[in-house]
């Protein structure tokens, strides 16, 4: 097994990306001994290295074979109720596939999708060639949960024929909103005239060559591609961040290891059939660019005044591959956002810029001239390198001290701790940044998959700041971040702000390699056989209870743009539960601290008279709405007004200062990033912990106990 040690997740990239691709995979010629190879060392390594200990047995099989049939047809759009029902016959027989190495599901899958994406191929022309009545009032489904397979293939083609037609009616209006952008008189005629068109013929032509590339793509995959994705489904079966991962170029470790990506720098998942992003990496293009957000919708890819590329259907491993480019190339991403409003954002690739990962830091000034010091930690970041090399790489723990000794000189009489959006990192960091502000004590306990529990701990009594302490979490805080933040708040050290819970990954992995420890019979026989990323740990408070799926709860939630979000570990397929451990003894914080039932009180007026808060809670609350409106018009007239709600819900958002505007209305062009102390003014969040800071500073309320 090769450990990477000290890192809360895997490599701190795919801390909360199960399934997240960063580059093409290496191909892999079909051997049948390899994959029965593989398919052993599964079936007894996974049940043995995972942190569960569950049996491999017909109840992780039904799991395993739910996976693998979402894998297969995410939308719904190829397979019959007859084809479900014929391959679950291997349902809870998996494990028995595995063990004797005689795998039959995989080849099945690949011979009933095959069949019917050929049967789709050829219902596609005769569709189209019927054309579409635009003022007819159907409508789509679009979230596959809520769909049944088709009956038969009359229900499957009406099935297309309703998502060609809304394809078409979309991309006709993509086509007249980019006329009326430049100014171009189009060619529109009024009722039924508009299938004569030259706009609607152009839709028609664009769908039709976009689908039959598509389904061709489907009908390329390789048969290993079908056994790779039947050991991942068996893989994930276990866990959401236990993977299979089939082999990879020396450049995509590379790429893991340093986190060093020409592109976008946007951690992707294949869900349901979409592509969507999971986390923005701290320092990229897409961070610097500031639209693009997680849990974001990729549905087309394109050049600079190129032509975009229909990503919606695409398995992730080639979406990635027109995402990627060269550093200083521009590409134009179509995006749905989780309240169904979509969005074109171009961004220039490039390179990470590390600078911008590291801590930064200001000073906030209140009403009276008082000094509050804010700190961001956009991630935990450790140049494990430079320590092998016996040099002094960079890490977060000193560059936190080293802002905190700036701010105390500077005369603060308060802290501001920003760990939102904070996907992770280096264990050992979360733990010596606790011990910042702690006079030492345990931090966090880690228990293993054999039951054996280590107690992390702060073993320096100094504290570098002993001041009243606010921390700010949202649900995209994860792993190393929950651990301060849940330490922070078990000491009553701090008090935390945040929506209603933080990501909750309170789990460790690890990577096994397969090509190790094989049968001796096996030795050196095939070609690479891959890895496991395997879940082997799991994190728990000092109070006992584990930061995994719950996550940390603040002290009291503020409303968010991001509370109609379902993300975070508990909406995860298979995640682990949430449990106990004893609790372990620790002396509670004496110094500075806040009165959480006054703070609460205080927070809660404030929060009312805020207009800006106010905004966002009526926003998220319209946001939620248009996410659960998952029926969707296949029409004109309904497209034209879905359409015209999101660009007044995008405008009303502007307006509010929710979201920044995508260019200067007068020049077009891209407005410049703000500064930070320009972001901290108008942000709602800091404003509450700047108040809350003068507040009980002032009025010399912070002493009490924590109730």
């Not at 975070?568 to 500075?592: C, H, I, R």
Request: glycine letters at 8%; zero cysteines; proline letters at 4%.
């Amino acid at each position: 097994m090769r450990m990477l040690r000290g890192f809360v997740g895997w490599l701190i990239v795919i801390s909360l990306a199960p399934g997240m691709v960063w580059a093409n995979i290496k191909p892999v010629e079909f051997d049948a001994a390899r994959n029965r190879l593989i398919a052993y060392m599964l079936s007894h390594q996974l049940p043995a290295q995972h942190y569960s200990h569950v049996p491999f047995d017909d109840k992780l099989s039904k799991k395993a074979f739910t996976l693998y049939l979402r894998q297969l047809d995410p939308r719904k759009r190829f397979l019959l109720q007859s084809d479900v029902d014929e391959l679950g016959a291997f349902a809870e027989h998996i494990d028995d596939e595995l063990r004797r190495g005689r795998m039959v599901l995989p080849d099945a899958g690949m011979q009933i999708l095959g069949e019917r994406i050929q049967q789709v191929r050829a219902m596609l022309d005769p569709i189209m060639n019927k054309g579409f009545d635009p003022e007819r009032e159907d409508y789509l489904e679009s979230d596959p949960k809520k769909i049944s397979w088709a009956a038969d293939r009359k229900e499957l083609q009406d099935r297309w024929r309703r998502v060609l037609k809304r394809q078409v009616l979309d991309e006709y209006l993509n086509i007249v909103e980019k006329k009326k952008e430049k100014k171009t008189p189009t060619t529109e005629k009024q009722g039924k005239n508009i299938t004569r068109s030259k706009i609607w013929k152009t839709a028609f032509d664009a769908v039709h060559k976009r689908n039959i590339h598509y389904l061709n793509r489907l009908l390329k995959e390789s048969r290993q591609d079908h056994y790779n994705r039947y050991f991942d489904a068996v893989a994930r079966a276990f866990d959401p961040h236990t993977n299979y991962m089939p082999p990879t170029s020396k450049e995509d470790f590379d790429i893991h290891m340093s986190g060093s990506l020409e592109g976008i720098g946007a951690l992707l998942r294949e869900d349901d059939g979409h592509i969507k992003v999971v986390r923005i990496i701290p320092g990229s293009a897409a961070e610097h660019q500031g639209q693009l957000q997680a849990e974001d919708t990729i549905l087309s890819v394109a050049e600079k005044d190129g032509e975009p590329v229909d990503i919606s259907e695409m398995r992730i491993r080639e979406a990635v591959s027109y995402i990627r480019g060269p550093k200083g190339t521009e590409v134009v991403l179509t995006v749905r956002k989780p309240d169904g409003v979509k969005q074109v954002i171009p961004i220039v690739r490039d390179v990470v810029r590390i600078e911008e990962t590291y801590v930064k830091s200001t000073v906030l000034k209140d009403s009276h001239g008082e000094k509050t010091g804010y700190i961001r930690i956009p991630s935990f970041y450790r140049d494990f390198n430079a320590a092998r090399d016996a040099e002094k790489g960079r890490n977060v723990t000193e560059d936190t001290r080293s802002a905190l000794v700036k701010l105390k000189k500077k005369g603060i009489v308060g802290l501001i701790l920003d760990l939102r959006n904070n996907g992770g990192g280096a264990l050992t960091d979360a733990v010596e940044i606790s011990g910042l502000f702690l006079s030492g004590g345990p931090v966090v306990q880690v228990k293993n998959s054999q039951g054996m529990i280590r107690v992390l701990e702060d073993e320096d009594e100094h504290v570098v700041y002993d001041g009243p302490l606010i921390v700010l979490v949202n649900q995209f805080s994860a792993s190393a971040s929950e651990i301060l933040a849940a330490a922070l708040q078990d000491y009553g050290r701090a008090l935390i702000i945040g929506g209603e819970h933080t990501h909750g990954k309170g789990t460790v992995q690890a990577l096994v390699d397969l090509n190790r420890n094989l049968p001796l019979l096996h030795l050196k026989k095939y070609d690479d056989l891959g890895a496991l990323k395997v879940t082997i740990q799991k994190f728990y408070r000092i109070t006992g209870g584990s930061t995994q799926y719950k996550g940390v709860e603040p002290d009291f939630v503020v409303p968010s743009m991001l509370d109609y979000l379902k993300s975070g570990e508990k909406y995860m397929d298979n995640s682990l539960p949430w449990d106990t451990v004893p609790g372990v003894k620790f002396a509670p914080w004496q110094g500075a601290r806040f009165n959480v039932y006054t703070a609460k009180k205080r927070s809660v007026d404030w929060i009312a008279k805020s207009k800006k808060f106010q905004e966002i809670k009526a926003m998220s609350i319209k946001a939620e709405e248009r996410r659960e409106q998952t029926k969707i018009a296949d029409f004109l007239e309904g497209m034209k007004k879905e359409r015209a709600e999101a660009a007044l819900a995008r405008k009303e958002m502007v307006a509010a200062g929710l979201i920044d505007q995508d260019s200067d209305p007068d020049t077009g062009r891209k407005k410049e990033k703000k500064s930070l102390d320009e972001e901290l003014a108008e942000d709602p969040f800091v404003g509450l912990a700047s108040f809350l800071m003068d507040e009980f500073t002032s009025a010399g309320r912070i002493i009490g106990k924590v109730q």
